[in-house]
């Protein structure tokens, strides 16, 4: 579980990277390999499971609440969620999935591709993905206590050399 969760948030940051940032990267015409490669990295960063985590969210209240209502058709609810909800809601997701293939391909060489795969097949990338939510929780949770603190003094000097310079700070 850690570790999907780790892959998502990883998963998760390349892409808004990407999308946050296109001014800064070139973006060239993804090869058919590169996609190929692109996909198996959005697989590897378990792009799924961000359907898994929206389906979690929206569906499963939905079923719930019909075996509630259908008390004794559990069975009935779990087979129609499985003959024709996942699969049309696989379908609808498909375009997200491939949205993050592109984004990948798009911003990343087919050797670079091939370079973070390798990675994430090592001991050190399957420990990364495994390790990177509660990296990341600790770093939020320090940097929320400490950047306050930290950033006072720095603005502070910063608003005083503006002075320095006969520049007008405004107030707010």
């Known amino acids: 579980m850690r570790k999907r969760i780790a892959a998502r948030v ?7 990277m990407m999308v946050a940032a296109p001014a800064l990267a070139q973006v060239a015409v993804p090869t058919p390999k590169a996609l190929e ?7 590897r960063v378990n792009a799924d ?5 929206v389906l979690g969210a929206t569906v499963q209240p939905l079923t719930f609440n019909l ?12 087979a129609l969620f499985e003959r024709t909800l996942l699969p049309d809601f696989r379908k609808a997701m498909a375009p997200v999935i491939d949205g ?10 087919e050797a670079e591709l091939s370079a973070i795969l390798a990675f994430y097949d090592s001991p050190a990338g399957a420990k990364m993905l495994k390790e990177m939510p509660g990296v990341q929780q600790r770093g939020r949770a320090r940097a929320q ?3 306050p603190q ?3 003094p720095v603005l502070g000097n910063f608003v005083t050399a503006c002075k320095g310079k006969g520049l007008v ?4």
């Open 150 to 152: 930290a950033l006072g």
């Open 10 to 16: 990883a998963g998760l940051y390349l892409v808004v």
């Open 145 to 147: 206590a400490v950047l």
């Open 37 to 43: 490669l692109a996909r198996a990295l959005a697989d």
């Open 49 to 53: 499971d961000l359907m898994q985590q």
């Open 169 to 172: 700070v405004p107030q707010g």
């Open 67 to 78: 075996k509630a209502a259908n008390p004794g058709r559990e069975a009935d609810v779990d």
């Open 100 to 109: 993050y293939a592109q984004a990948y391909a798009a911003r990343f060489t």
